[in-house]
Structure formats: C-alpha cells, structure tokens
C-alpha cells in the first residue's frame, strides 16, 4: 500500500516500499517462532488424607465454628436444644429432623417468610480441611437463602466427606452440573466496621458442623 506524505513545499509526495517492509517484518516474525513445548504438568501433591477429620475441626473452631462428632440424627436431635434456642423458629431441609424443625425442601414461598429464621439445618456433600468450608448446591439448601438469612447455621456432612485441601475440592466439583454452589466458612464475619472483628454482620452469628458416622 502506498502513502502519502508532504514535502517541505507543501507538494504530496508517495511514500514507497511501506507495504513490503511490512511484509518483510511479518515474514521475520513467521520464520522466528519458539520450537512447540507441551503443557506443563500440573498434577499436584494430594493432601494427607488420614489426619483431614482432626484439621477440619482444628480450622472451622479456629475460625469461629463448632463441630460435633455424632453417630445418628437422634444425637443430632439432642444436642440441638441443648445449644440453641428450640422454642424459636428451627427450619431443616432433612426430613430425619422434621420432628423437631420446620420442614424445607425448596417449596414455592414467600421470601419474606423466612426473616425469622434462628436455626437452618441443611446437609453439605462435603468439607475442606485446609480452610474449614463446606460445600453445598441449591438442592441441598432448600431455598438458595436458607443458609444465610438464619442467625445460626448447621451443617451435616458424612465424617468420611471431608477432602484435604481446596485442589481436592475443585476436583470433586469440577464435572458436576449445578445451578447454584457454595463454600461456606464459619459464621459470617466482617472488620470493615471501625477495623474491628464482627460475627453475623451480613449472615448467620454462629456455625456448627456435625460430623456424622
């Protein structure tokens, strides 16, 4: 392609060459290309899986959760009124608690009707002992709100689901088809508020996990 640039005497003169020096630097470029490489392997260390039960607890009490070991709903059951306050509202979307909470499993509702909730009792398919999470999708949750607009959150998660470090986790979830998936961490927590800690600020006021099995 030619171009045009003017002269001292104000005279268009034709700027040559422009389009093959532009080709020359392609044809350089082309002819310079790196040798092909494969893909780095990124295969990562597992975590150790045997001590995962004893970090989690260790990480989620350290973060502001609790956690009980239990063998059945009926300890479940009992420890419940014992550390909450039973004669409010109790919402679960496990039918094993359904005699003493409010049955949830995802029913057309009114939104508004669930502002009071002081307890929500969901199951989680598993936790991470490297930062005290669960992970739970909205089929578990009941209505996508459940677990955050209670003032307090339990979790039961099988005592043999509990994976290492967050590489496990993404693994675990990685192929899986879901709506809507979250980790949840300990209670909510914000410092933003004249730099000092605050429990609850946007979610629920305390977390408690209950190993089962």
């Known amino acids: 392609m030619n171009q045009e640039i003017q002269n001292p005497a104000n005279q268009k003169l034709p700027l040559q060459g422009a389009g093959g020096a532009r080709e020359k630097i392609l044809a350089a470029v082309l002819q310079n290309q790196p040798a092909l490489q494969n893909l780095p392997d990124i295969t990562f260390v597992k975590g150790d899986v045997e001590g995962a039960q004893e970090r989690y607890i260790t990480t989620l009490t350290t973060i502001g959760g609790k956690v009980f070991k239990v063998n059945s709903f009926d300890e479940i059951k009992a420890l419940i009124p014992t550390h909450f306050d039973a004669s409010k509202r109790v919402v679960s979307t496990l039918p094993q608690l359904s005699d003493i909470a409010e049955l949830n499993q995802g029913e057309p509702i009114d939104p508004h009707s669930l502002e009071d909730i002081e307890l929500s009792i969901i199951r989680a398919h598993f936790g991470i002992a490297e930062n005290g999470s669960v ?79």
């Open 135 to 213: 992970w739970v999708t909205e089929d578990l949750m009941g209505q996508r709100v459940l677990p955050f607009i209670c003032q307090h959150l339990a979790v039961v998660i099988d005592a043999e689901n509990i994976v290492p470090t967050m590489h496990e986790a993404y693994q675990r979830i990685g192929l899986i088809k879901y709506g809507f998936g979250t980790f949840i961490a300990g209670p909510s927590k914000t410092a933003d508020i004249e730099q000092s800690l605050v429990l609850g600020a946007h979610g629920p006021r305390s977390m408690t996990v209950f190993l089962l099995g």
